[in-house]
């Protein structure tokens, strides 16, 4: 049995930072990775995707460029290369990480999968073969989520895409079939069209983004169609059949049967936490019925001494949130703090194009909890810098209290919408009201500048 001060199951963006720094306090500790270090966000989530989608934005630029005058001939996309350039990325980022933790006193990196054999104890299975008893005072589970794949007949019999295998295509899809309409479906759907792919989007529900406002949602729609994206609501795939290289998908769309011929299926369906391996019965920690781990907003489990950060305790699935919730831990466990995740603000973003940023809460949450709120609208065709640059797709929204004009959430589905939407988190974060922004002086002709204009809405 070896024996540690502290050991964290995961090197994701909580994990590795939360490792280093227990070490760095002169705790002994173990890091366990069963795969590749740097977690989803390093390896196959935020930045390879990313920087994948920052070549599909240049592909539609270069189509775009017409209506501003520039005329671009024979525009190729060189797919070979975008994944080059996008492995390159990850190897330097997976690289920065390693060497990180290398350097770190009183860490060691163990490359295994871990189970927990008793309360605090744990059998990790090296990768190399062999297996090691493992035991610690304090854990840490940092173990994230994993692709959900759906129960669908015929499924298991082909070679479906995950958000981790589409990247690691070798050509191409002729057409592919997207089920699901989250983040990672709708990325991938703009991404793979512009790179040339004919995209079919399935969504069970009645639109896409149901826990985004229906403006946004319809607005998003109509962006996507544009770019000849064929999203299908209301429709269910029932079943896949393989013949040669081709896929027939049988759909189920309010009552009505049809089918789909496809050369590829990418499921983005949702995620499910990776916690099925760790055998928490032996350790008594407590998960709800999906399998996420239950914590308090201390993030510690039913088991003192054992912690869960990031992606498999439930609630909101981003990086940003995983690495605050290192913040929270270490204050905690290091300092006696007393950090806490209640009244966490949750930023976030999808990177279609343009892009969608997010904070606090929506027009459609502020009526299910019965708020007094005034809305305010405005669309991109009237926002200078968006005609200037030819751009006037999306729009921006935000959320009031009525009686202390405090900016309760918005929403901003613009060129840089992320960051244009950070600036209202900043104004929530400060409690600055909404007609110091509406009267504020802002560098023109910025998006920024823009803001003075949604919240005089409100005025009229």
Request: proline share 3%.
């Amino acid at each position: 049995m070896k024996k540690y001060d502290a050991i964290v199951i995961g090197s994701g963006q909580g994990g590795t930072p939360l490792a280093k720094k227990l070490a760095e306090s002169g705790l002994k500790t173990a890091l366990i990775e069963q795969r590749w270090v740097g977690g989803t966000c390093v390896n196959d989530g935020c930045s390879p995707t990313k920087a994948m989608i920052a070549s599909a934005k240049y592909a539609w630029l270069a189509n775009h460029g017409k209506t501003l005058g520039v005329t671009a001939d024979n525009v190729h996309i060189d797919f070979a290369a975008i994944i080059k350039r996008k492995n390159a990325i990850v190897n330097s980022m997976r690289k920065n990480v390693e060497k990180g933790i290398s350097e770190t006193a009183n860490l060691d990196l163990v490359v295994g999968s871990a189970t927990f054999s008793g309360v605090k104890e744990l059998t990790v299975k090296l990768n190399k073969g062999d297996s090691e008893q493992y035991a610690a005072d304090q854990i840490f589970i940092n173990t994230g989520l994993a692709p959900d794949v759906p129960d669908m007949e015929g499924i298991t019999d082909i070679d479906y895409l995950t958000s981790t295998t589409i990247m690691e295509l070798k050509e191409l899809p002729k057409h592919l079939l997207i089920i699901g309409s989250g983040y990672i479906g709708l990325e991938f759907g703009q991404m793979f069209r512009r790179f040339g792919s004919e995209i079919t989007i399935l969504e069970p529900s009645e639109r896409i983004l149901t826990h985004e406002d229906a403006d946004i949602a319809e607005e998003i729609t109509k962006i996507l169609s544009e770019e000849n994206i064929k999203i299908m609501t209301n429709s269910h795939a029932v079943a896949v059949v393989k013949k040669g290289s081709d896929l027939t998908v049988h759909i189920e769309k309010s009552s009505r049967k049809s089918t789909i011929h496809c050369s590829h299926i990418l499921i983005a369906a949702g995620r499910k936490p990776q916690t099925g391996e760790l055998n928490l019965p032996a350790s008594g920690i407590q998960t709800d019925e999906k399998g996420y781990i239950k914590v308090n907003d201390k993030l510690e489990t039913s088991q003192p001494g054992i912690y869960a950060l990031g992606d498999v305790k439930g609630g909101p699935a981003f990086t940003h949130i995983s690495y605050d919730d290192y913040r929270i831990i270490s204050e905690n466990v290091l300092e006696k703090g007393k950090a806490s995740t209640a009244g966490r603000l949750v930023p976030y973003c999808m990177f279609i194009d343009p892009q969608l940023g997010r904070i606090g809460i929506t027009e459609q949450e502020a009526k299910k909890q019965g708020l007094d709120v005034r809305v305010a609208v405005l669309k991109n065709y009237a926002v200078a810098r968006a005609v200037e640059t030819g751009d006037e797709r999306g729009m921006m929204k935000a959320v009031v209290d009525a009686k202390t004009g405090k900016i309760l959430g918005a929403a901003v589905l613009a060129e840089q919408g992320g960051e244009i939407v950070t600036i209202l988190q900043m104004a929530m974060m400060g409690n600055v009201t909404y007609d110091k922004i509406r009267n504020g002086v802002f560098a023109h002709p910025t998006y920024a500048e823009s803001l003075n204009n949604l919240f005089m809405k409100l005025d009229t």
